[in-house]
């Protein structure tokens, strides 16, 4: 599991442009959700006795609000 996790942080780092579009999140969120929804990254930093914290901008801090209007997120 943790090859996996090291794989797949790796994976984010050089590859996904972190840019918050459609395409973006498409492609990077089989990796993002095993990572944060699955657990494993949690699961990885308690099996090494380390703690995790993701931080992310809010939401109204990325898109417009003409984007936020006519957006549907959840």
């Known amino acids: 599991m943790l090859r996996v996790v ?13 840019d918050i579009d459609d395409a973006s999140l498409r492609r990077a969120s089989p990796v993002l959700r095993s990572l944060l929804v699955e ?19 809010a939401i109204h801090q990325v898109l ?7 957006r549907k997120y959840w």
């Open 64 to 70: 417009t609000d003409e984007q936020l209007g006519t």
């Open 6 to 18: 090291l794989e797949d942080l790796d994976y984010l780092t050089k590859e996904w442009n972190q």
């Open 39 to 57: 657990g494993a990254l949690l699961a990885a930093a308690k099996q090494m006795g380390n703690e995790v914290k993701v931080l992310a901008p």
